[in-house]
């Protein structure tokens, strides 16, 4: 089993993020900020997710959580601008600029992607704990 740690610090435009596997930075993170849970404008709560594989023509190879309370289809893909890009799921990036902003976000989901198919690749599962950093 593979476990991810997202270490959150929340801010009224965005959500920033650090992702962490065995105290290793990965990448960053961005997301929308905090509202209640609130379909397309709010990130979601805190807590621990599985993350599966999918694909689709619009973010290409991506990942899904599972079982994400009062929503569905939250996704990790490729965003640099959480309010214009996300509406809950959340974007690896390489370097965070701002409040739900970062950049190169595509080359931190390719680092992100190779290791959790890794993971995949020796039947593991994976999950993902958000917490509060």
């Given at each position: 089993m593979m476990e991810l740690v997202l270490n959150r610090t929340y801010f009224p435009n965005g959500t920033n993020g650090e992702i962490f596997r065995n105290d290793q930075l990965i990448c960053?993170?961005?997301?929308?900020?905090?509202q209640e849970n609130k379909k397309?404008?709010?990130c979601i709560?805190?807590?621990r997710y599985e993350i599966e594989a999918r694909f689709s023509d619009q973010h290409g190879a991506h990942?899904?959580?599972?079982?994400?309370?009062?929503?569905?289809?939250i996704l990790i893909h490729p965003a640099n601008n959480a309010l214009k890009e996300l509406k809950g799921c959340i974007a690896p990036v390489t370097k965070l600029i701002g409040q739900g902003i970062g950049k190169n976000s595509r080359l931190a989901m390719n680092k992100l992607r190779l290791l959790?198919?890794?993971?995949?690749?020796?039947g593991e599962q994976v999950f993902i704990t958000i917490k509060l950093s």
């Open positions: 960053e993170s961005i997301e929308l900020p905090w397309v404008v709010s709560p805190e807590g990942f899904c959580l599972k079982d994400v309370s009062n929503r569905n289809l959790v198919y890794e993971g995949f690749s020796k």
